[in-house]
Antibody, heavy 124, light 110 residues
Framework: EVQLVESGGGLIKPGGSLRLSCAAS????????MTWVRQAPGKGLEWVGR??????????DYAAPVKGRFTISRDDSKNTLYLQMNSLKTEDTAVYYC???????????????WGQGTLVTVSS | QSVLTQPPSASGTPGQRVTISCSGS????????VYWYQQLPGTAPKLLIY???LRPSGVPDRFSGSKSGTSASLAISGLRSEDEADYYC???????????FGGGTKLTVL
């Protein structure tokens, strides 16, 4: 059974940094493309970014609002995905979900497994 | 303001058929697959429809998707109380080089 468990959320002041983790199990993490999606309180879903598998180049893509501030990385030896968030703003307050990404040769908005999410609150 | 446009709300009575629309443009829906996600209250989203009209294993055939041009629709037949949820459409956007979502539709079962 595929499991994705996020951790690392919490309350942080504007301008601060936070690192989220996503522990994966039940599938071959090394081969997986992974994505972060967030949801502000009471709002809709927003793509944050993705990381390809190392065999597919390991490249990362980011949404415009987080580019230059957020970094997605992975440790395949630990089956763990990370989201390093720097220069946090109040508008980054959201539940952050990690997901498996079924993109490949064709780019897709297809995420078939989701974690339970971790809440990040940016407030002074 | 979401790139894909959905009605904010929809409703129906048990047993009815409801449809939720999703409107986009040539750079997203018009040239890429459409996906639908269901988010039950207090839970993570779940993939409901992929590649325009395919259902993942375990999704009842009461749920169906369609696409025409730059618009897509999700239909739910035989509406049940447990279908009360938020529904989101999504598609890759070639101009933005990333996926985009609709704003979500809150479905109420009366």
């Amino acid at each position: 059974e595929v499991q994705l468990v996020e951790s690392g959320g919490g309350l942080i002041k504007p301008g601060g940094s936070l690192r989220l983790s996503c522990a994966a199990s039940g599938f071959i993490f090394t081969n997986a493309w992974m994505t972060w999606v967030r949801q502000a309180p009471g709002k809709g879903l927003e793509w944050v970014g993705r990381i390809k598998s190392k065999s597919d180049g390991g490249t990362r893509d980011y949404a415009a609002p987080v580019k230059g501030r957020f970094t997605i990385s992975r440790d395949d030896s630990k089956n763990t995905l990370y989201l390093q968030m720097n220069s946090l703003k109040t508008e980054d307050t959201a539940v952050y979900y990690c997901t498996t990404d079924n993109s490949g040769v064709i780019n897709r908005a297809e995420w078939d497994h989701w974690g339970q999410g971790t809440l990040v609150t940016v407030s002074s | 303001q979401s790139v894909l446009t959905q009605p904010p709300s929809a409703s129906g009575t048990p047993g009815q058929r409801v449809t939720i629309s999703c409107s986009g443009s040539s750079s997203n829906i018009g040239s890429n697959y459409v996906y639908w996600y269901q988010q039950l209250p207090g839970t993570a989203p779940k993939l409901l429809i992929y590649s325009n009209n395919l259902r993942p294993s375990g999704v009842p055939d009461r749920f169906s998707g369609s696409k025409s041009g730059t618009s897509a629709s999700l239909a739910i037949s035989g509406l049940r109380s447990e279908d009360e949820a938020d529904y989101y459409c999504a598609a890759w956007d070639d101009s933005l080089s990333g996926p985009v979502f609709g704003g979500g539709t809150k479905l109420t079962v009366l």
